[in-house]
């Protein structure tokens, strides 16, 4: 069964939000929304009164992996609140949700990479990891057969 209206519109307009601040920590960390009160001294304390421009590659992954959370919390609300009335293919939703979403991250990981070899170490065999996950999500999300289980009138005989 579907959520009420009001538990929809509550969890979108969370999700909405929780969404857009993922995105700007992924398009832009340490830059403030213009529409948000506050939000210019709450990125310089987020990053130690650094600008935007003065963040290091550290700091901007972690920019990036925080907004991945972020927004991938925002997906799988949504994906919950609006995907299919029956479980099983409330499991797929969220498996194609999540694995979309891990093979964008991975990929955006690697562009720090090079910063992460200065400091001696690498995001490579995290990536890879998400990556693999994300296909094997969407593998299984896209290709593995789910029949409709039988609903319980009719399972009953009635």
Known sequence: MSPPLYVKAVGSV???????????HIAAPGRPIPLLPNDAAFQRHLWAGLEASELSPGQMACGHLLGFAMLGLAVSKL??????KEGTYLRRNLLLAFGALDIV???SLLQFEKGFQVAGASVKYFSLMQFVEGAV????????PRPPKPSTKAAKGQ
């Open 79 to 84: 994906t919950t609140l609006f995907s299919g």
């Open 105 to 107: 991250m991975s990929t």
């Open 137 to 144: 999500f969407l593998y299984d999300g896209l290709f593995r």
């Open 14 to 24: 969370s999700s909405i939000m929780l969404g857009t601040l993922g995105l700007r």
